[in-house]
């Protein structure tokens, strides 16, 4: 089952040039996907009271085009596949004459909150979630390749608005900070993350960047160089 939420674009998602921002585009796909589970059955409470949580794994996002301030829009989701401890989705946005701004592909891990670690699905876990067929896009790896050569950045220890309700770094708040190291006038057509850690209340982010014609690469690493996320900005 395909699950869908209208909405229009506000100033307050807005950036410089007033259209909703790559954050805002994240935010959007990851607000379908808990109302999708919220609308289902399997929402966060019900989720937590089997001791379980879904944490994103890695995102693939495609931007077509950025909506512009007070556009209408359209926000898909659906799962397409589970396998071991892994959910796959798709999004979708779209306009009100159903032209397709964004699409993204994204992995989710089935964890135990005791142990922090995978866990497999089972028939419980996926009660309510109708496979749907798989968005036709140009997938990239899961996986993202790391450089050798980076330039390293200023070191920033993590604050309260940088948590969600896991008591982590929220997903998209990786993504701004990464943003931050884009030249001026860079302008986003993809966006790849991976997630390999989790970032808690004043822990040090060491960032790390490599540049090439195109692309931008952003490691988010702790004090001893293991990446907690791997951003990859490719221009259009």
Request: glycine content about 6%; hydrophobic content about 35%; proline content about 4%.
């Amino acid at each position: 089952m395909k699950y869908s939420f209208n909405s229009r674009i506000r100033y307050s998602e807005t950036g410089e040039n007033a259209c909703l921002t790559l954050p805002g585009i994240l935010n959007y796909f990851q607000d379908c996907s808990t109302f999708h589970s919220e609308a289902i059955g399997q929402g966060m409470k019900k989720v937590k009271d089997r001791n379980r949580v879904w944490v994103l794994s890695s995102w693939q996002v495609v931007i077509s085009r950025y909506p512009r301030l007070g556009e209408n829009v359209k926000i898909i989701t659906f799962p397409y596949e589970f396998k071991g401890f892994l959910g796959m989705r798709n999004f979708v946005m779209e306009t009100e004459d159903g032209e397709r701004l964004a699409w993204a592909n994204t992995y989710w891990s089935n964890i135990n909150m005791t142990t922090g670690l995978p866990e497999k699905l089972t028939e419980e876990d996926v009660q309510g979630y109708d496979l749907e067929e798989k968005l036709d896009m140009e997938y990239a790896p899961r996986k993202i390749a790391i450089p050798k050569e980076c330039i390293d950045g200023q070191s920033f220890s993590v604050q309260k608005h940088h948590l969600d309700t896991n008591h982590h770094v929220n997903n998209c708040q990786y993504i701004q900070m990464a943003e931050d190291y884009l030249p001026e006038g860079f302008y986003v057509g993809q966006m790849r993350a991976e997630y390999k850690q989790q970032a808690k209340l004043h822990d040090v982010i060491f960032p790390a960047v490599h540049r090439e014609e195109g692309k931008v690469l952003v490691l988010l690493n702790d004090e001893s160089g293991k990446p907690y996320a791997v951003v990859e900005f490719t221009g259009k």
